[in-house]
């Protein structure tokens, strides 16, 4: 099933697997609280499923992102199944991770982010290409996520995206070394082709590569 949603200068697609329609949002946060479900204007989808890989890479960026705050002055990493619920657009996404530097804390509800986070990651599943290439990207550019970072384990690519002045997203690159540097979080840079090593580095190899990303930038 396939909705469409009018917006006053865009049309949001909703795709993936619906299970309710004509819900409201007070509703959607009494009756489907800890399912793996999204809301987008009265629609509820159901989440894919993830693999190993999938969360792998979550939980090593977690750790990256926290570390970072953690040594820049603070913030907080939240991640599925802590939702996002947009003002100007009518969508509540679960995003893998959330990052929110200490200017937008206030908007961390008790199991809600009201507003955009600086910073959204969409690591991709086999039955979420749609939804996070298409949708939640025109949702995260209309509603005024910063910064965003797809990810896709299964064809060894990542996209950055950040806001311009206009309000569009624009595509970022790695420079000549591979490194690509993040828009919000000033001084972080991370070398991609880390992405897609077999073991992804644990705990104390990421707290280094923090540390000589912030050494090489003062």
Excluded: C
Aim: glycine share 8%; aromatic share 8%; net charge negative.
């Amino acid at each position: 099933m396939q909705n469409v949603i009018d917006l006053p200068d865009a049309v949001v697609r909703i795709s993936g697997d619906i299970i309710a329609t004509g819900v409201s949002y007070d509703d959607f946060l009494h009756n489907y609280e800890g399912q793996h479900v999204e809301w987008v204007n009265g629609v509820v989808i159901r989440m894919a499923s993830i693999d190993e890989r999938h969360d792998a890479l979550v939980a090593f960026l977690r750790t990256l992102f926290s570390a970072y705050l953690e040594q820049t002055g603070g913030g907080r990493v939240v991640g599925d199944p802590m939702i996002m619920r947009l003002v100007s657009v009518p969508s509540s996404r679960a995003p893998d991770l959330q990052v929110l530097l200490p200017e937008r804390l206030p908007q961390l509800k008790r199991n809600e982010v009201v507003g955009p986070a600086n910073l959204v990651v969409e690591i991709v599943s086999p039955g979420s290409q749609r939804q996070d290439r298409v949708d939640k990207y025109r949702e995260y550019e209309l509603g005024g996520v910063p910064e965003y970072w797809l990810i896709d384990p299964a064809k060894h690519e990542v996209l950055f995206f950040h806001l311009t002045d206009m309000g569009i997203y624009e595509m970022g690159a790695p420079d000549a070394t591979g490194h690509y540097r993040a828009y919000v979080l000033k001084r972080l840079w991370l070398p991609v082709d880390i992405l897609w090593r077999e073991q992804l580095p644990g705990i104390a190899e990421t707290l280094r590569l923090v540390e000589a990303m912030l050494q090489a930038a003062s």
